[in-house]
């Protein structure tokens, strides 16, 4: 079993959509979770961090993470085509740390 | 602020011939990792150094590979006798002093193809 698991989809969305990404991991030391959103051919973007169970929001943005099940969550609401890219999840045991990627999810806003 | 800088962007070898990546980490980081991202494979760790000291090689391939980051200029990374295998998109990562809001900053990416 890999430490972190993601759908890699493709996901396909209309313009508008909520979008909801989803991974999974296996290591109970992770404490600290990421969201990052990579363009084609580009280095990956930090978009959410955070290091406790429950939601944090920031714009059109809101991170889950829910430790006792080992599952965090990104939420995109109102979905635009700017928003098509890769997003990979990333997890830590402590800062300044090494992170572990998911695979990383496509995902594609069609005007 | 000029974020975190990688050269060169792309990179082409010969298979035997050396590989040499720089990154220069963002102002005020201290912290530097390189991670490698095969196609499609998602980001791997390889190695996490501080200035004059790498803390965790545990992603480094044993053979062929090694990182620095010298008390002045860029944190390397160097592929000796480059294969086929190495061809992959390798990315630089800052992060300034340790702190519970600490988090890793990327570069753009260096892109290896190994001919």
């Known amino acids: 079993q890999k430490e972190v698991e993601q759908d890699p989809g493709p996901l396909s969305v209309p313009e508008g959509a909520i979008v909801s990404l989803n991974c999974t991991y296996s290591n109970s030391a992770f404490q600290y979770f990421m969201w990052y959103r990579q363009y084609s051919r580009k280095g990956p973007e930090l978009l959410m961090y955070t290091y406790s169970s429950g939601n944090k929001e920031d714009g059109r943005f809101t991170a889950q993470v829910d430790k006792s099940s080992k599952y965090i969550s990104l939420f995109i609401r109102d979905s635009q085509p700017s928003d098509s890219a890769t997003y990979l999840c990333a997890m830590s045991e402590g800062s300044n740390y090494k992170l572990t990627f998911g695979k990383g999810t496509l995902l594609t806003v069609n005007p | 602020n000029a974020g975190v800088m990688q050269n060169p962007r792309h990179l082409v070898r010969r298979r035997g011939q050396e590989a040499r990546l720089r990154c220069s980490p963002m102002k005020g980081h201290s912290h530097v990792y390189w991670y490698r991202q095969l196609p499609e494979e998602g980001l791997k760790f390889m190695v996490y150094?501080?200035?004059?000291?790498?803390?965790?090689e545990s992603g480094m391939p044993k053979e062929r590979f090694s990182a620095e980051f010298p008390k002045e200029g860029p944190s390397i990374l160097r592929i000796q006798q480059v294969v086929r295998g190495d061809s992959a998109a390798y990315f630089c990562?800052?992060?300034?002093?340790?702190?519970?809001?600490?988090?890793?900053?990327f570069g753009p990416g260096t892109r290896l193809t190994v001919l």
């Open positions: 990562a800052s992060s300034p002093e340790a702190g519970e809001t600490d988090t890793q900053y």
């Open positions: 150094l501080q200035k004059e000291n790498i803390i965790d």
